[in-house]
């Protein structure tokens, strides 16, 4: 065929060759038929894996678009139940498990994978579809035997999630979001370590360089939009079940603020979607505008639902990470929130299992319209801060989510803002770990706070120890069937102590500007709603809100504001009392600025009416309320509490720069809104699980006082209505005495009395809970005792002995 002037001039023998071309595109372009179904087993177990290898003919271009092949599975359960999944395209690999490198195996395929929720016998049938029909397969059938599964993880009436066989579920562990060099290699080991200290969590990220499927042609093995990559997707695939085999959940992020940022992290001059690389966007934004970029999101989401949906490792779906980073993000927020609902429906259509689904934000001001939207399941906090009681931040944070959204709530990142310090550096041990997991445990939030930094901290500092006493003391509280709640308990005695506030809003608008503190130290409303940054006069005055604190001193004492590690230009600290200026210099990082403040109610105010911002890291107000921090849940009908209570001084940022604390002493806790009568509270060491004592304590007035025993760090506790029931009545009579402490090379004395002959055990146990050596069993009189045991062979460091007279158990540190 040829043109000419406009014109089309034929010759017979061209005419004839196209008439070939166009018949062989109409054979070619076909309707499927010809299904043939191969199944991995004709037998499963309930809620275990069935899959299923599909093959057929008929034509298509992209095997990964569903509006050009479709492969969906019809499954009948025995009960007469209908679930349709889709089916997905796939290449499968053998994994050299030495390297942990990856080859191709055979050629790519569609598969279909299902989880069966009933016994018997199981029906189901294949349909392929592309624009030029449908095909059918003839039905057939599979067996599901019971099993132990727990199932999948739902939400409920309470702020916890439980499993489908009602058993509760309480997230304990941390970020691991991409691998540090090789995904099988590097997942291996740390989920071995997350499960051998009883670590049930994770977070992964879909991203480029880790298990991201979707990104710009020719990059690593990505094939462009609307095309996967197979090597992640197999990767992904071996995650899940060995994140099964280990009772490990997954919330699984499906996108970061990077691959549509252009400020932040900024990933979008490769991005797929970019319209410079052939996409559908001029403009970051329009990737949540767009039409065509929404439906090829849609696609994806398809694409891991159909392949990933059956694991009951899925905690939930996670549709973006601090998605506020993203560009223009205030002026576009309405629309970022549009997207979130319509994909989060979008997945509810397609996921027969329906996992929850939820999102993130970088500050916490953000988004309460999508928070409050049906389609999210649970909120969740981020945060960052240098202040020295990062944990009180995050608890603040999560109860103002839980108040302000009525549903669950978790602490999905955390870290502390050093700046450019090694964490390795200022907190080696992972103090603040081991405080923020406490702390956000018994906040009300749904679980424990996420560590981030699990490749270049948690990891190499080994510092997985903390979780597992948290997760064996979480368990054996019913939070999920106690509808537990966060309530305001106080602690009195054990000497004075200073009020340290840690900010909780980022580079945003504060919370608020006005806080009341009572001479107990109880703050209204929380920390979480100061500001990390302190904004100046000139520059970024739409974030302005100079904090004004209404105080009262018991006695005199001194305010101090401690800034953190970054400024802006020129800043400066003015700082009022009672409406007078007291204090007004040039501001500089990591510096204090102090004013003394007479005993009595004063109001305290805080401004930078320099050019530029400040950043703040905590704002103390000395001798004012206890030395003991106290975070505590009550059950829904008032007759059981748990809670944890710590020497607030132990923190990273002290230990660092003057060394262990003292040990606070006297102390006793009041817990309010308690049914009246006798209850058992048992003690426990937060370090070592081992139980410490157990006592009886009384509620009256509806009121529940403890007694604490001698707090170094912190510890744990439940209280539970009805007292203690020793056997045979037993009592250790006095505390256990151990001399000399520290034991020096000799023998260790351990001193003590019991009330009656008992059975008495004394095991000595290390700090990570394992027993390292029994020191005495057998019946023993009553009366005073005096043990002896050669310490000479023990390697230096603290260890706990623990002593249990019948059934009543007692504890105390010694240092070898």
């Known amino acids: 065929m040829t043109l000419k002037n406009g014109s089309f001039t034929y010759r017979s023998n061209t005419l004839l060759i196209f008439l070939v071309f166009i018949n062989s595109l109409q054979l070619l372009a076909q309707a499927p038929a010809g299904i043939v179904i191969v199944p991995g087993s004709t037998e499963v177990s309930r809620l275990g894996k069935f899959e299923a290898a599909i093959s057929f003919s008929g034509s298509y271009t992209n095997p990964y678009d569903y509006d050009d092949i479709d492969v969906q599975g019809i499954f009948i359960s025995p009960a007469g139940k209908k679930d349709t999944v889709d089916g997905f395209f796939m290449q499968d690999y053998s994994l050299n498990t030495s390297s942990g490198a990856i080859a191709p195996t055979g050629q790519g395929i569609f598969k279909i994978r299902y989880a069966p929720r009933e016994t018997g016998t199981w029906k189901y049938s294949i349909s392929v579809t592309n624009p030029l029909g449908n095909a059918m397969s003839t039905p057939q059938t599979f067996e599901c035997s019971e099993s132990a599964a727990k199932g999948f993880i739902r939400k409920n009436a309470t702020n916890y999630l439980g499993f489908d066989d009602g058993s509760q579920y309480i997230p304990v562990g941390q970020n691991q979001a991409w691998q540090q060099n090789n995904i099988y290699l590097d997942y291996k080991s740390w989920l071995q370590k997350l499960s051998d200290n009883k670590a049930n969590t994770i977070r992964i990220w ?258 997985y120890r903390h979780y597992k006493p948290l997760s064996e003391f979480i368990a054996s509280i019913p939070l999920l069937t106690g509808n537990y709640k966060k309530t305001q308990a106080i602690t009195t005695g054990g000497g004075t102590s200073d009020l340290s506030l840690s900010p909780g809003v980022g580079f945003d608008v504060a919370g608020a500007s006005s806080f009341t503190i009572d001479p107990t130290g109880a703050v209204s409303p929380s920390a979480a709603q100061l500001s990390n940054y302190l904004f100046g006069n000139t520059y970024n005055t739409q974030y302005r809100k100079p904090p004004s604190f209404t105080v009262t001193y018991p006695v005199a004492g001194q305010f101090k504001v401690l800034t953190g590690t970054g400024a802006g230009t020129s800043p400066r600290i003015n ?214 045991w050669n310490g000479k062979r023990m390697t230096p460091g603290t260890y706990i002995v623990q002593l249990v007279a019948g059934t009543i158990p007692a504890a105390q540190k010694v240092v070898f």
């Open 575 to 788: 700082i009022y009392l009672d409406g007078n200026s007291l204090l007004d210099q040039n501001a500089t990082v990591s510096t204090t600025y102090t004013i003394s403040v007479p005993a009595g109610q004063h109001t305290i105010k805080v401004d930078n009416l320099g050019i530029d911002w400040i950043s703040i890291s905590s704002y103390t107000f000395t001798n004012i309320g206890s030395a003991l921090n106290s975070y505590v849940l009550r059950n829904s009908d008032s007759t059981a509490s748990a809670g944890w209570i710590h020497n607030k001084k132990y923190n990273w940022q002290v230990v660092k720069n003057t060394g262990v604390p003292a040990p606070v002493n006297g102390a006793t806790i009041s817990i309010p809104h308690m049914t009246n009568g006798l209850y058992a509270i048992q003690f426990t060491d937060c370090s070592t699980g081992a139980i410490l004592s157990t006592v009886n304590a009384a509620a009256s007035g509806n009121t529940l006082v403890i007694a604490l025993p001698t707090i170094d760090w912190d510890l744990a506790f439940t209280a539970v209505r009805g007292g203690v029931t020793p056997v045979d009545n037993v009592s250790i009579d006095g505390p256990v005495k151990i001399y000399p402490n520290p034991v020096t090379g000799g023998s260790l004395y351990l001193s003590y009395a019991i009330s009656i002959p008992s059975q008495v055990r004394i095991d000595l146990f290390d700090m990570a809970g394992k027993k390292v050596a029994n020191l005495y069993r057998g019946r023993q009189t009553a009366g005073a005792k005096v043990l002896q």
């Open 206 to 463: 879909q991203a480029v360089w880790g298990f991201g499927i979707e990104w710009k042609n020719g990059t690593d093995g990505y094939l462009g939009l609307g095309k996967y990559k197979q090597s992640s997707a197999y990767y992904t695939d071996w995650l899940l079940d060995e994140c099964r085999s280990k009772g490990i959940y997954i919330m699984f992020c499906l996108n970061h603020h990077g691959m549509v940022s252009s400020g932040v992290n900024p990933n979008w001059p490769e991005s797929p979607y970019n319209s410079i690389n052939g996409g559908p966007c001029a403009n970051t934004w329009d990737f949540f505008i767009n039409g065509t970029a929404k439906n090829l999101h849609k696609n994806r989401l398809r694409y891991t639902i159909a392949r990933w949906g059956y694991s009951q490792s899925i905690m939930a779906w996670e549709l973006f990470n601090e998605v506020d980073w993203t560009d223009n993000f205030t002026t576009y927020k309405d629309a970022v929130k549009d997207w979130h609902i319509e994909m989060a429906n979008y997945i509810r259509s397609h996921d027969v299992y329906r996992h929850l689904v939820t999102t993130s934000y970088a500050n916490p001001s953000y988004d309460g319209n999508t928070w409050n939207s049906n389609a999210i399941d649970f909120t969740q906090t981020h945060n960052y801060v240098g202040s020295p009681n990062v944990e009180s931040v995050l608890a603040s944070a999560s109860d103002d989510y839980v108040n302000q959204y009525h549903k669950p709530t978790l602490n999905g990142e955390f870290g502390i803002d050093a700046g450019n310090i090694s964490l390795s550096t200022i907190d080696p041990n992972g103090i603040y770990v081991h405080n923020s997991i406490w702390a956000t445990a018994f906040s009300g939030a749904m679980g424990a706070g996420m560590s981030w930094w699990w490749d270049n901290y948690i990891d190499p500092q080994n510092l």
